[in-house]
């Protein structure tokens, strides 16, 4: 946060801070962190992937893989079709509702 705000760690500015956004500003820190340290995870894998796919196929194992069945493809695609279908709705509304803009005669001078 010193960064952030460019103050001094003892700068009375953090004691008077809301504790409510503290806490918030500490979670983004933590989630920052942890991004930057699975980051680096990835990367070495990909690099140790090269010298030994193996060992890394072992260490990471199948991966987070999920196969539907075709029913659950068929729900998907439908629900997707649904959103859609609301979605063209509410856009041709919108553009239904629009109030044409009519022209400013000109004064003559």
């Known amino acids: 946060m010193c960064k952030i705000f460019q103050k001094e760690i003892d700068a009375p500015f953090f004691e008077e801070m809301d504790p409510v956004q503290k806490l918030w500003y500490y979670q983004n820190w933590i989630g920052d962190q942890t991004e930057a340290a699975e980051l680096a995870k990835n ?3 990909l690099l140790a992937s090269f010298d030994h796919p193996d060992a890394i196929k072992q260490l990471v194992g199948g991966g987070n893989v999920h196969q539907s069945t075709d029913e659950e493809f068929e729900e998907s695609s439908r629900m997707v079709k649904d959103i859609n279908a609301r979605l063209d709705q509410h ?5 239904a509702t629009e109030r044409k803009r009519r022209k400013r005669p000109q004064l003559k001078e």
């Not at 856009?91 to 553009?95: F, N, V, W």
Request: hydrophobic share 25%; proline share 0%.
């Open 43 to 45: 990367h070495a894998y």
């Open 91 to 95: 856009a041709t509304q919108d553009h």
